[in-house]
């Protein structure tokens, strides 16, 4: 064999041993992603199986669980999982989805931690006892945690659990905050880290009315409203992070705009108005924020008063101030994420209480001259 041949045949061997060389570590990778996905699927396998079975076989004692009428499968799921009925409400969801499951009824149910989660289907599928009703909560577009306070206490006479006294103690109860964080994590994240809050939940009580079973307590009532107003943010919550706010900041500057706007025009144009201000490093100067501060409610403030020492006095200090204000309405939530008229640079605005009638500003000197057309009647709100 001359030396040109011998080179071939030294070529084609090279090749013969690097494809082997590659089917072999292909074979070597196909077959470690094959032992993970057998290892993952076990895992699942008897996560699932493990899930699907009752918290405790020889657990004897009855657990009291009331499904509100319109409670929504996530719903049921979490209060079964709350109260150590099932082992996971993920599960119970996929399950419950898997299998086309959709005829829940309300009610109040006595079930046992030895029902296995099927066993538990069957029984909200077949009907409990019916809840009685011990009446409507309305919480109104810009009302306050004290404000909600009074209005739970109204059905304190039907059910012993709802009162405002219990109500404004679970709003100091940081335990119970936590827990709603690490449930509702998109919601409440800003809000845990916010410094000097006088509640943590003000703001994230959403604006609705709400079905009150007589068995219920406050803290399945507070729970149904995060539940709501973190369904409402759902919309919302990538726009936020787009625009670079935090959740805490857009509820804080909605719970002003609520109480600042009456339409949604003049909403989404004080909201411009706030923007701006913060833009600038100007203080909001909101009237809404001395009043809180000062936990009173006044037609007109005095020097003192918008001196008032707070972090939630917006005369003296710059930005958002530690959070909401009051309960925004998902219009003025929307005001904030998409104001109008910023191009104007707005940032000053009076309005007239009277008539509504609401006039912008983009200097001190125009907006002294609007002050000026409703200083005769006595009637106006400066900002």
């Known amino acids: 064999m001359d030396r040109r041949s011998r080179h071939v045949e030294d070529k084609r061997r090279l090749r013969a041993d690097e494809k082997k060389a590659s089917h072999?570590?292909?074979?070597?990778?196909?077959?470690?992603?094959?032992?993970?996905?057998?290892?993952?699927?076990?895992m699942g396998y008897r996560y699932v199986h493990s899930a699907l079975q009752p918290v405790n076989?020889?657990?004897q004692t009855s657990v009291n669980v009331t499904v509100p009428a319109g409670s929504s499968t996530k719903?049921?799921?979490a209060k079964l999982e709350a109260k150590h009925v099932i082992k996971s409400a993920m599960v119970f969801n996929y399950y419950v989805k898997f299998h086309n499951i959709a005829d829940f009824q309300a009610g109040s149910y006595q079930l046992t931690q030895r029902d296995s989660m099927n066993q538990v289907i069957q029984k909200l599928r077949a009907g409990g006892t019916a809840a009685t009703a011990a009446g409507q909560l309305l919480v109104k577009e810009g009302a306050t945690i004290e404000q909600i306070?009074?209005?739970v206490n109204k059905l304190g006479k039907?059910?012993?659990?709802l009162t405002s006294k219990k109500f404004m103690a679970l709003m100091k109860n940081q335990a119970f905050f936590a827990k709603m964080a690490k449930k509702y994590p998109q919601l409440l994240s800003s809000a845990a880290s916010a410094q000097g809050v006088r509640?943590?939940?003000?703001?994230?009580?959403f604006p609705a009315t709400?079905?009150?079973?007589?068995?219920?307590?406050v803290e399945d009532l507070v729970e149904a409203m995060l539940a709501k107003t973190d369904s409402v943010m759902q919309s919302y919550y990538k726009s936020i992070k787009k625009q670079g706010y935090t959740v805490q900041e857009v509820m804080t500057l909605a719970s002003l705009v609520e109480r600042e706007g009456v339409t949604q025009e003049d909403r989404r144009t004080i909201a411009g108005v706030f923007l701006n201000r913060i833009d600038a490093d100007m203080p909001l100067q909101s009237d809404i924020s001395v009043m809180y501060a000062l936990n009173t409610h006044k037609t007109h403030l005095t020097n003192k008063d918008t001196s008032v020492d707070s972090p939630y006095n917006l005369y003296v200090h710059t930005g958002y101030?530690?959070?909401?204000?009051?309960?925004?309405?998902?219009?003025s939530i929307t005001a904030v994420l998409s104001p109008n008229d910023r191009s104007k640079h707005y940032l000053y605005f009076v309005a007239n209480l009277k008539t509504g009638e609401v006039l912008y500003a983009t200097t001190r000197e125009q907006h002294d001259e609007n002050t000026a057309k409703f200083a005769s009647d006595n009637s106006s709100v400066n900002k």
């Open 24 to 42: 072999k570590i292909v074979a070597w990778v196909l077959g470690i992603l094959f032992a993970v996905l057998v290892i993952v699927g076990l």
């Open 321 to 331: 101030g530690p959070g909401p204000f009051d309960s925004p309405s998902e219009q």
């Open 57 to 59: 076989p020889n657990g």
């Open 75 to 77: 719903q049921i799921a």
């Open 149 to 151: 306070a009074t209005s």
């Open 210 to 217: 709400y079905s009150v079973s007589a068995g219920e307590t």
């Open 199 to 205: 509640y943590r939940l003000e703001g994230y009580l």
């Open 158 to 161: 039907s059910n012993r659990n």
